[in-house]
Every structure is written in C-alpha cells, then in structure tokens.
T-cell receptor, first 114, second 114 residues
Framework: AQSVTQPDIHITVSEGASLELRCNYS??????LFWYVQSPGQGLQLLLK??????LVQGIKGFEAEFKRSQSSFNLRKPSVHWSDAAEYFC????????????FGTGTRLQVTL | KAGVTQTPRYLIKTRGQQVTLSCSPI?????VSWYQQTPGQGLQFLFE???????NKGNFPGRFSGRQFSNSRSEMNVSTLELGDSALYLC?????????????FGPGTRLLVL
C-alpha cells in the first residue's frame, strides 16, 4: 500500500528566509504527487502537482517542488517566506492515471516569525 | 467560477444520532470525493462518486455511506454516530476519471459528536 511521510511535524522560519518541506513516498510505481496547504479552519488549497515530465514543478504563491525518483521524494521549496505562508502543508500521492483517491502525509505545520 | 461548497459548515450531534452532509462540486465537475480529517488519524479517504456510482471506497465502516445525484451534488451520511466521528469532513471535486485530473477541496463541515 502506498504511504507518504512528512518527517517534520513543525517548522519555524523567519520571514524572508528560505523554506524546504520534506516529503517521501512509498509506492510501486511513480504516483501522481501533490502539495496542498491548509489555513486554520479552512479546506485544502492545491499548491502544485506532478504527473510526469519536468521534475521541477512551479506552483502558486511562489512555491516549487522537485521530484526525485531515486529518493522517492517530492520536497516543497520557497526562496523567501512571507508571514502569510504560516499554515499546515500536506503532501499527497495518488495512483498514476487517477488523482481521485489521495493518500496524505501527516502534515507539516509552518510557523513564520517576524 | 464558484468553488466547492459544503453545507452545513458546523454541526453538533449526540452519540447514536445520524447526520447528512452535503457537497456541491465546481460547475462541470462530475466526480466528488469525501475525506475525514482528525487530529489522530489525519486526512483519510472515505469514498468517491462519479456519475452517481461509487467508484472508490476507503477503509471505513458501513456506518459511513454516500450518494451522488444526477446534478453531481453529493451527500454523505453517518449513522449511529460515535464520539470518534468528530472530525472535519472535506469534499473534493474533479472533472472525472481520466489522466491528470485534479481535486479541488471545499471548506469542510466540522462535526462535533457529544
């Protein structure tokens, strides 16, 4: 069965600093990969997705992620964090060919200090 | 284009009661999925409906059920509520089966079981 690991439960960064959130997955084939963000009391907003092709994916709000097949990783990055980026971030995978049955990681809570 | 809407946003029930939650997908989307989010178990897939048929099902007891109407709106029902059913229930919609479909989430219904 597929699984997603987000090893960092909580990360604190200063505003303006760079950010990298880690995501590792376990799956037989290369799954579809996603990053979602959730603000307190809100639903999930899609940041970016990877299906195939270029391994560096650009998303909204200045985020990007890099798919590394050899490491089964899909880490999320942002060069300069803004206070409004404080939220919980979820990495998710879905079977290739469909994105309708997502398996989520446990999430990483990002705190931004001013 | 309006996003995914869920009603009600908040709900309080007592053990043993049943509850019905509603989800209206983005216009043109024909697939609706449901997820449960709890602090202990995280985000878990409940089921997916497409063209009024259940297409995928997660690992939840039979007390959890759903249906989809011809206009793609979906409802989920939980019977004989237990304290552990307290959660944020998220609905997501997508265009439907096919490569590279992407799920878009609603704000969720927060259910509290007393």
């Amino acid at each position: 069965a597929q699984s997603v690991t987000q090893p960092d439960i909580h990360i604190t960064v200063s505003e303006g600093a760079s950010l990298e959130l880690r995501c590792n997955y376990s799956y037989g084939a290369t799954p579809y990969l996603f990053w979602y963000v959730q603000s307190p009391g809100q639903g999930l907003q899609l940041l970016l997705k990877y299906f195939s092709g270029d391994t560096l994916v650009q998303g909204i709000k200045g985020f990007e992620a890099e798919f590394k097949r050899s490491q089964s990783s899909f880490n999320l990055r942002k060069p300069s964090v803004h206070w409004s980026d404080a939220a919980e971030y979820f990495c998710a995978v879905a079977p290739p060919g469909t994105a309708s049955k997502l398996t989520f990681g446990t999430g990483t809570r990002l705190q931004v200090t001013l | 284009k309006a996003g995914v809407t869920q009603t009600p946003r908040y709900l309080i029930k007592t053990r043993g009661q049943q509850v019905t939650l509603s989800c209206s997908p983005i216009s043109g989307h024909r697939s609706v999925s449901w997820y449960q989010q709890t602090p202990g178990q995280g985000l878990q897939f409940l089921f997916e409906y497409f063209s009024e048929t259940q297409r995928n099902k997660g690992n939840f007891p039979g007390r959890f059920s759903g249906r989809q109407f011809s206009n793609s709106r979906s409802e989920m029902n939980v019977s004989t509520l237990e304290l552990g059913d307290s959660a944020l229930y998220l609905c997501a919609s997508s265009l439907g089966p096919g490569n590279q479909e992407t799920q878009y989430f609603g704000p969720g219904t927060r259910l509290l079981v007393l």
